[in-house]
């Protein structure tokens, strides 16, 4: 899996665009699929009060208001970078939590089979705990990345980010 920022752009643009219009079939096949969804690596994301706030900020910026689609992109983000998020213990100190299902939504199966080639990628076990860990890892590493950016003054600089290469 190369890690590029076409790569981004084009999870980021199944994940964000893919149900702009859908038929009734199309409604019907997606509720038949959803119940054969996979098992999720963790039931509740608990974030950091430090990822809260950075979460806060971008909400800000962006206009996006829900916790889930910033952190989907923030995912995405982290995924992009070549390198292991550093294993660090990270505080679940905040009142933003979410499911899993919530976090994905009908891409979860997607970003459960991105995580799982990612670990296996870097050398990393796809057992639960090892992708409840990392999802965790990738997720507040992205969140500090897209906050720390300082060129993400609106939600047109995402796109950007998520379209150059």
Request: net charge positive.
């Amino acid at each position: 899996m190369k890690r590029t920022g076409s790569k981004l752009f084009c999870v980021s643009k199944m994940i964000f665009h893919h149900q702009d219009t859908k038929t009734p079939r199309q409604q019907a096949k997606s509720t038949i699929v959803r119940t054969n969804q996979m098992e999720a690596p963790i039931e509740r994301i608990k974030l950091s009060q430090t990822a809260k706030d950075q979460l806060t900020k971008l909400k800000r910026l962006t206009k996006i208001d829900q916790w889930n689609i910033l952190c989907r992109w923030a995912f995405c983000r982290s995924l992009v970078e070549p390198s292991v998020p550093s294993p660090v213990p990270i505080p679940q100190d905040s009142n933003v939590e979410m499911t899993w299902r919530v976090f994905g939504g009908e891409m979860s199966d997607i970003f459960l089979l991105v995580l799982k080639q990612r670990c296996y990628n870097d050398g990393l076990g796809t057992d639960r705990e090892t992708l409840a860990t990392q999802f965790r890892l990738h997720l507040h590493r992205g969140i500090g990345y897209l906050a720390g950016d300082p060129n993400i003054k609106k939600i047109e600089d995402l796109i950007e980010l998520a379209t150059k290469n």
